[in-house]
T-cell receptor, first 113, second 113 residues
């Protein structure tokens, strides 16, 4: 069974700081990895999708990397803002014989003004 | 945002009552999914559909059934609701099963008393 772990579970940083969120997965036979953002009481918003053949994806201040062989991904947020405060979820597609999306439990980010 | 709506958005019901949640999409995507989100467990797949009348079980399918009679609608039914099914339910869609982003609906908060 594919397992996804996100560390840390919660993170508090001052505004303007650059930060890294970590995601690890147990089976490297994945199709892709996706990072989502979830605001309290809301649905999930897709941030970045990295295919298994790619090493990274960028969107604005966000950069996600993928090291499939080591089962790791990082989400880098540059120049953090209070509006970045949310829970960030990592999800992998595939692994352990599954075609499905397996989620981590998320990192709750608070950016302090 | 992807055109996904869920109804109802909130529901309170009693143990033993049947409940049906609806997911409606305007994107004409082939794949549709139902997840539940619980504290400490993250998001888990209940059922998914890969076409009209084509469905399959996910990780936590016991106590749930689904139906898809039209491309745009995917119904989740709790035949006899239990307190353990109190959760937030999310619908998601994607164009393909392996390579594409999953887009999520706003969620339905279900409370079973």
């Amino acid at each position: 069974k594919q397992e996804v772990t996100q560390i840390p579970a919660a993170l508090s940083v001052p505004e303007g700081e650059n930060l890294v969120l970590n995601c690890s997965f147990t089976d490297s036979a994945i199709y892709n990895l996706q990072w989502f953002r979830q605001d309290p009481g809301k649905g999930l918003t897709s941030l970045l999708l990295i295919q298994s053949s790619q090493r990274e994806q960028t969107s604005g201040r966000l950069n996600a990397s993928l090291d499939k062989s080591s089962g790791r991904s990082t989400l880098y947020i540059a120049a953090s803002q209070p509006g970045d405060s949310a829970t960030y979820l990592c999800a992998v597609k595939g692994g352990a014989g599954s075609y499905q999306l397996t989620f981590g439990k998320g990192t709750k980010l608070s950016v302090i003004p | 945002d992807a055109g996904i709506t869920q109804s109802p958005r909130h529901k309170v019901t009693e143990t033993g009552t049947p409940v049906t949640l609806r997911c409606h999409q305007t994107e004409n995507h082939r794949y549709m999914y139902w997840y539940r989100q619980d504290p400490g467990h993250g998001l888990r797949l209940i059922h998914y559909s890969y076409g009209v009348k084509d469905t399959d079980k996910g990780e936590v399918s016991d106590g749930y059934s689904v139906s898809r009679s039209k491309t745009e609608d995917f119904l989740l039914t709790l035949e006899s609701a239990t307190s353990s099914q109190t959760s937030v339910y999310f619908c998601a869609i994607s164009e393909s099963d392996t390579g594409d982003t999953q887009y999520f609906g706003p969620g339905t908060r279900l409370t079973v008393l």
